[in-house]
């Protein structure tokens, strides 16, 4: 099952606005790393919309296949169960990983009772990943096997240019004495990964295992 979580790195973030029967809610999506950080942003948003009776918020951190995963919800003095876990329940809909979404709300002075609430908070959590969606601002999270490629300068761009046109993910590229490049890729392909850059580099190209780590990736990449 694939992951995801927002483009650009921790901090990223998009907003969006619902009313319903004249109470606002603004969600704010935000890529995090660490349970401290989207404490933070739920800290921001509580200042930001300081005048907003209600700040519910739930954060998702780390991979659903991974046994210390966390997941947190608040209420923030809204019936139980009907700010944060709706939202929390948004994000694992969604398949969405280290990010917070906040929800604060304006009351509007209409009641809108137990199912209305669990709707309305969910409705403002959906509508803010739906729009990262929209605007191809997801990327997929996945674990990959790293390898080093060490090669002369001289020949460190034709080579990327070469691995990138083959569809190899280059996570980076260190320049030293040499040129360090970090290769991802799926573990069955290594054969493959390692045959490509033989054909590439004239069989003078050596991959080095360099460990794993998770990546951000293309949706179906």
Same mark, same amino acid.
């Given at each position: 099952?694939?992951?995801?979580?927002?483009?650009?790195?921790?901090?990223?973030?998009?907003?969006?606005?619902?009313?319903?029967?004249?109470?606002?809610?603004?969600?704010?999506?935000?890529?995090?790393?660490?349970?401290?950080?989207?404490?933070?942003?739920?800290?921001?948003?509580?200042?930001?919309?300081?005048?907003?009776?209600?700040?519910?918020?739930?954060?998702?951190?780390?991979?659903?296949?991974?046994?210390?995963?966390?997941?947190?919800?608040?209420?923030?003095?809204?019936?139980?169960?009907?700010?944060?876990?709706?939202?929390?329940?948004?994000?694992?809909?969604?398949?969405?990983?280290? *990010?917070?979404?906040?929800?604060?709300?304006?009351?509007? !002075?209409?009641?809108? &009772?137990? +199912?209305? =609430?669990?709707? @309305?908070?969910?409705?403002?959590?959906?509508?803010?990943?739906?729009?990262?969606?929209?605007?191809?601002?997801?990327?997929?999270?996945?674990?990959?096997?790293?390898?080093?490629?060490?090669?002369?300068?001289?020949?460190?761009?034709?080579?990327?240019?070469?691995?990138?046109?083959?569809?190899?993910?280059?996570?980076?590229?260190?320049?030293?004495?040499?040129?360090?490049?970090?290769?991802?890729?799926?573990?069955? *392909?290594?054969?493959?990964?390692?045959?490509?850059?033989? !054909?590439?580099?004239? &069989?003078? +190209?050596? =991959?080095?295992? @360099?460990?794993?780590?998770?990546?951000?990736?293309?949706?179906?990449?």
């Amino acid at each position: 099952m694939l992951e995801f979580t927002v483009r650009g790195g921790v901090g990223s973030w998009a907003e969006t606005e619902i009313e319903v029967k004249r109470s606002r809610f603004i969600c704010r999506l935000v890529r995090v790393d660490s349970e401290h950080a989207a404490r933070e942003v739920i800290e921001v948003a509580r200042k930001t919309h300081w005048n907003a009776r209600h700040h519910c918020s739930a954060f998702v951190l780390g991979s659903g296949s991974a046994p210390d995963q966390v997941r947190r919800s608040n209420d923030d003095g809204e019936p139980s169960g009907t700010g944060g876990r709706p939202i929390l329940d948004a994000l694992g809909g969604r398949d969405l990983i280290d *990010c917070v979404a906040v929800v604060s709300r304006y009351f509007g !002075g209409t009641l809108l &009772g137990t +199912g209305g =609430l669990i709707r @309305a908070y969910s409705h403002a959590a959906t509508k803010a990943i739906e729009h990262v969606t929209a605007s191809h601002r997801l990327v997929s999270r996945q674990r990959r096997e790293l390898y080093r490629l060490s090669l002369p300068h001289a020949d460190a761009g034709r080579v990327e240019a070469e691995l990138r046109h083959n569809g190899v993910l280059v996570v980076g590229t260190e320049y030293g004495t040499s040129a360090v490049m970090t290769l991802a890729g799926e573990p069955a *392909c290594r054969p493959e990964l390692t045959a490509l850059v033989a !054909g590439i580099t004239a &069989g003078s +190209g050596r =991959l080095e295992p @360099a460990g794993t780590e998770w990546i951000d990736a293309e949706p179906g990449a």
